[in-house]
T-cell receptor, first 114, second 114 residues
Framework: KAGVTQTPRYLIKTRGQQVTLSCSPISGHRSVSWYQQTPGQGLQFLFEYFSETQRNKGNFPGRFSGRQFSNSRSEMNVSTLELGDSALYLC?????????????FGPGTRLTVL | AQSVTQLGSHVSVSEGALVLLRCNYSSSVPPYLFWYVQYPNQGLQLLLKYTSAATLVKGINGFEAEFKKSETSFHLTKPSAHMSDAAEYFCAVSPPNTGNQFYFGTGTSLTVIP
């Protein structure tokens, strides 16, 4: 099976712009989670989607949003970018929303905000 | 509140020496527990997971971890370090009573000295 794919891999934006990141989960996986990773804050949970519904949400401002499509592909959007949004954004999928199932991670999208 | 503590943000060992990376969790019910490894510019890869079967869990690349409920710990070990083990290691918990959300520790950077 193909792994989790994320596009684009690298992105450079300027403050105030918006950005959309895409994630394709492993075939058959219905749960997709998003994380922000920075050197100072580590891995921070953004949100999780399961069957097109947001199940859990982390402590991020409303500028961060996401959605999941019927084919389980997911997108996350960040509006009005700030310098502090520069980070590696990781997507992870799992077969179901059960905690028994491990998450499989994509390679990430490296976002740089200038 | 759920949390994961990884003692030691940086650990250095000599090649061939024992690797011990510490993870303690707080959860009101026994959670599912995971160890992930992250190599530079890559996503996270699952090393092993504990799902309430055997308390000693064997993973990939010679790593293993032991679940100790009395100590609320899930430390990762490897008898003999290889240069290729140099990476960032993350412990994660998924408590059953929190919607199975994943909570990650802050990570431990392992350096292997030749």
């Amino acid at each position: 099976k193909a792994g989790v794919t994320q596009t684009p891999r690298y992105l450079i934006k300027t403050r105030g712009q918006q950005v959309t990141l895409s994630c394709s989960p492993i075939s058959g996986h219905r749960s997709v989670s998003w994380y922000q990773q920075t050197p100072g804050q580590g891995l921070q949970f953004l949100f999780e989607y399961f069957s097109e519904t947001q199940r859990n949400k982390g402590n991020f401002p409303g500028r961060f949003s996401g959605r999941q499509f019927s084919n389980s592909r997911s997108e996350m959007n960040v509006s009005t970018l700030e310098l502090g949004d520069s980070a590696l954004y990781l997507c992870a999928s799992r077969a179901s929303a059960s905690g028994y199932n491990e998450q499989f991670f994509g390679p990430g999208t490296r976002l740089t905000v200038l | 509140a759920q949390s994961v503590t990884q003692l030691g943000s940086h650990v250095s060992v000599s090649e061939g020496a024992l690797v011990l990376l510490r993870c303690n969790y707080s959860s009101s019910v026994p959670p599912y527990l995971f160890w992930y490894v992250q190599y530079p510019n890559q996503g996270l890869q699952l090393l092993l997971k504990y799902t309430s079967a055997a308390t000693l869990v064997k993973g990939i690349n010679g790593f293993e971890a032991e679940f100790k409920k009395s100590e609320t710990s899930f430390h990762l070990t490897k008898p003999s370090a290889h240069m290729s083990d140099a990476a960032e290691y993350f412990c994660a918990v998924s408590p059953p009573n929190t919607g199975n959300q994943f909570y990650f520790g802050t990570g431990t950077s392992l350096t292997v000295i030749p």
